[in-house]
């Protein structure tokens, strides 16, 4: 069976694609996926490389039952050889994720993370980092909302690979 790699990144790594790592994570175990589904996440920028998640990012997660754990670190050029999706979180870290691509397959890698949003119309998942308690909380709803979307996604994917796979035999 197909296994997928999915890579979610913003600018530091250290609030909204933690967030989405943990949030897709949780929701990649609790359907029995984890097998299948790996998870991580990256900053186009080194400012807080090795460090974990804003506190903020993980008090406001923790009220929601996610744990933000992961240590943040760049995102580079062979990220593309693993990864078979990498959500940016706005069109910034698009740009600059796009420019590292070493081809047209690994750009068609990339998508924005608002683009599996089921609920929400925002155009992208704002950077809470000089924001308040609100802004935080913007972020895990648009996050949650968007994580089962890519989740309902691959799991279709799936599905459809099994079904080639059946139709071959």
Do not use: W
């Amino acid at each position: 069976m197909k296994k997928y790699r999915a890579l979610f990144v913003c600018l530091g790594n250290i609030c909204r694609s933690p967030a989405a790592e943990g949030i897709f994570r949780k929701l990649v175990e609790d359907q029995g996926l984890s097998d299948i589904i790996k998870v991580d996440s990256a900053g186009t920028a080194g400012y807080h490389t090795g460090e974990l998640p804003d506190s903020r990012m993980r008090q406001h997660g923790a009220r929601r039952g996610y744990e933000f754990d992961s240590y943040s670190r760049m995102f580079v050029e062979e990220d593309f050889d693993y990864f078979d999706i990498i959500l940016a979180m706005d069109d910034n870290n698009l740009r600059d994720i796009i420019r590292l691509a070493p081809d047209v397959e690994s750009q068609k890698k990339v998508h924005r993370m608002v683009e599996f949003s089921q609920r929400y119309g925002h155009d992208h998942v704002p950077d809470p980092y000089y924001s308040g308690a609100d802004g935080f909380e913007l972020v895990l709803d648009l996050l949650e909302d968007a994580c089962e979307g890519l989740l309902n996604a691959i799991k279709e994917d799936i599905c459809m690979e099994k079904h080639k796979k059946k139709r071959l035999e």
